[in-house]
Each structure stands twice: as structure tokens, then as C-alpha cells.
């Protein structure tokens, strides 16, 4: 399979990473030979019709900091060239989330749809702020399009509903879906201030620079809306969901309800109509009031009744194992 990767960070050099130690698991058991023929950070793109050497891509990136030195370089203005003409089965979008406009996410992805390639992303922009004409484009262009890195991480949340209760009808979903306030909530459950949990939260490495995406609820919005249009068939974007942060969660009201058996977790909930994500007590008995950087999602069903999945919510490798499921998910469907 002939794949072109766009955005080479965290993720990407994982994804990179995984193709390397799967390689003989992924021959042997699902007939997969991965060829990486071009990829892309914010210096440029680089291709290689035999596929490029992912050690030394590897390498290059972390001695030269840009994919570019590898060799012949195209320039950034030429992304969207190679998407549209390069031989390719499947384009892997990974570069940074931007709830504003999607770029450059969006372009990428639609140019890959209208050009015939399957798209497999982890990138939340373009599905938050455009799920409904996304997914008609890649139904008209007969594409697979694949995305279950954008809720979860690693964790499978959105196959989890998706497979695992088909027949079944999802009345409601409710969980943790950002690792960053659920890590600032738990240390504030344990005696910290916001503020406390906050530095500590990015002393860690869990939380931002600017942390706006995930203290003022955005990240969570933009998975819930993800995960409500999939699975409960909404046809929502983020404009659609009320939403309160948990900046002005007071550790008095977290101490009080500590005190009744509750903590407070920054919750997403979609009944089907409804889109909300805020703090709220959730009892500590409750399965989905995990802690740390956990992330915990309730499906209430109509026949099978509730069902929780709970898992890490990030993390590179835990990510980049989501884009090789959906890549063999890819390769059985080309295949069948
Ligand atoms: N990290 C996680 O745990 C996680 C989990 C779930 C989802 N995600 C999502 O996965 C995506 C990637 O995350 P990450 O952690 O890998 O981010 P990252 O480390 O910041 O990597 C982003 C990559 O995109 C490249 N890039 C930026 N602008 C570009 C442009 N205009 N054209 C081409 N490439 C461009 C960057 O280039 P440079 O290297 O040159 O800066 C970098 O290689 C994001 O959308 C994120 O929300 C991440």
C-alpha cells in the first residue's frame, strides 16, 4: 500500500515507527507492505515513487528538524500537487488540530477525497467543524474515510459503538473525552487549586502553552461532536454544542462534593438532541469517573443497556496504533 503522510510530529514519527516494528506482523497476517511515497512537515514535502527509507526519514527529522533535508524537496506549495497526483492509495493527515478554519487539515483531506484516495486522520478541525459534507464527499468519491485516532486516541472508543453495538440503538452517550482537564480535575480532587493543577498539568507535559483548546472545554466539543454525529447519526458541528470550561471550577465546590461521595469531571453528553459539554459531580461509583489522563465514554443502549469503555485518551504510540487499525481496516475493504 502506497501512502503519503502529511505532518510528521508526535504522531507522525510514531505511525513511522510502528510501520517499522509491524513490518513482518503486518505482511505475515493481514498481506500489508507499506510504502511511505511522500511526506510533509511545515518545511515542505518530499516523495520517493520506490518509497522513502523510514529510518533515515527518521533520522532526518531529528537531526535536521525538517523532512525537507532528506532530499529532493518540493516545497509546502506543492502539498496539495502531490496529494492530487501522486500514485497513492492513502493519504494519513496528521498534522495540528485547528478549530478555526480546519487548515490545513481540510484542504488536504478534501483534495485527497476528490483526487480517489482513501484518507485516514487523527486531526479533530476538519471533522468538528465540517462532519456532515465531509463524510457526503467521501461517499461520492467512493472513498473510505477513517478517523477513530480523533476520540480516544488509542482507545476505540468510536469502533467500540460503531461494531461492537451495531443493531442495537445508542440513546445516549456520556464521558470523559479530554485527558488534560480530567488530569487538573483529579489534582484538584486532591487538594489542589486550579491554578496548582494547571502548572502542575504542564510541568507534566499534559497540558499546552496556551491550554484554551482544553480548559475552556473546545477539544472535548469538538470529540463530542465527532462522536455523536458517527454513532448516534447527528448531524451536528461545533456550533451546535452548549459549553462551560472548567476554569471557574472552585476547590470548595470540589471539596464539597468530595465530601458527598462525587468529583467533579468535565462531562460530554449527547441524548440525541442535546450536545452539552461541563463540569459536572459525577459519583465516585460511577465507572466513567476515572482519573489522571484517563478518558471514559457510558453508551446507553436501547436493548444491551450501558456500556463503558475507558482508556487513555493520547499519547503518540497509542495514537499511531489507531491509524494502523484503520489502515488493515482499509486494506480488507480494498481487498474484499
Ligand atoms: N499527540 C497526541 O497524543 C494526539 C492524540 C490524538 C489526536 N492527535 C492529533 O493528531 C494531530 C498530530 O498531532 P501531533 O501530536 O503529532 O502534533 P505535532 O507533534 O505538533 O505534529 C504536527 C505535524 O504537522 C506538521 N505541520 C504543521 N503545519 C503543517 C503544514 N501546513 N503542512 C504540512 N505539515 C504541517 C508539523 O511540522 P513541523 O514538524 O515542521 O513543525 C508537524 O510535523 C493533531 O491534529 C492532534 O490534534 C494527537
Not at 513482518?24 to 515513487?49: Q, R, S
Not at 488534560?180 to 507535559?205: C, H, P, R, V, W
Request: glycine share 10%; aromatic share 4%.
Amino acid at each position: 500500500m502506497r501512502l503519503i503522510l502529511l505532518g510528521f510530529g508526535v504522531v507522525g514519527q510514531s505511525f513511522v515507527k510502528l510501520l517499522l516494528s509491524h513490518s513482518t506482523d503486518l505482511y505475515n497476517e493481514y498481506g500489508i507492505k507499506p510504502k511511505v511515497v511522500a511526506c510533509a512537515d511545515n518545511g515542505g514535502i518530499i516523495t520517493c515513487n520506490q518509497g522513502l527509507d523510514l529510518d533515515r526519514l527518521l533520522s532526518v527529522k531529528k537531526k535536521k528538524k525538517s523532512v525537507v533535508q532528506y532530499g529532493s524537496n518540493t516545497g509546502t506549495s506543492g502539498i496539495l500537487d502531490v496529494i492530487e497526483n501522486m500514485d497513492a492509495e492513502v493519504v494519513i493527515e496528521l498534522t495540528p488540530t485547528n478549530i478555526t478554519d480546519g487548515e490545513p487539515g481540510k484542504s488536504h483531506i478534501i483534495t485527497a477525497m476528490k483526487s480517489g484516495k482513501n484518507v485516514i486522520t487523527v486531526n479533530k478541525g476538519p471533522l468538528a467543524l465540517e462532519f456532515p459534507s465531509l463524510m457526503e464527499l467521501a461517499e461520492y468519491n467512493r472513498i473510505e474515510f477513517k478517523f477513530s485516532g480523533t476520540v480516544g486516541g488509542g482507545t476505540p472508543i468510536l469502533e467500540f459503538a460503531k461494531r461492537c453495538l451495531k443493531g442495537d440503538r445508542i440513546l445516549n452517550l456520556e464521558g470523559i473525552l479530554n485527558g488534560t482537564t480530567n488530569y487538573i480535575l483529579s489534582k484538584m480532587y486532591e487538594g489542589l487549586s486550579f491554578s496548582q493543577a494547571l502548572k502542575d498539568a504542564s510541568e507534566k507535559g499534559y497540558a499546552e502553552k496556551d491550554p484554551t483548546l482544553d480548559i475552556d472545554g473546545y477539544d472535548a466539543v469538538a470529540k463530542l461532536v465527532i462522536a455523536s454525529n458517527l454513532v448516534m447519526n447527528m448531524k451536528s458541528t461545533m456550533s451546535d454544542v452548549q459549553r462551560t470550561g472548567i476554569r471557574d471550577v472552585q476547590a470548595t465546590q470540589v471539596v464539597n462534593e468530595r465530601k458527598k461521595g462525587n468529583a467533579i469531571k468535565l462531562i460530554a453528553s449527547c441524548d440525541g438532541k442535546k450536545l452539552v459539554v461541563a463540569p459536572k459531580p459525577v459519583s465516585k461509583k460511577d465507572p466513567i469517573c476515572v482519573d489522571g489522563t484517563l478518558n471514559a465514554v457510558t453508551f446507553t443502549c436501547q436493548h444491551s443497556g450501558q456500556q463503558t469503555i475507558i482508556g487513555k485518551g493520547a499519547g503518540g504510540m497509542e495514537t499511531a496504533s489507531s491509524i494502523l487499525r484503520d489502515l488493515i481496516d482499509i486494506r480488507n475493504i480494498i481487498r474484499s
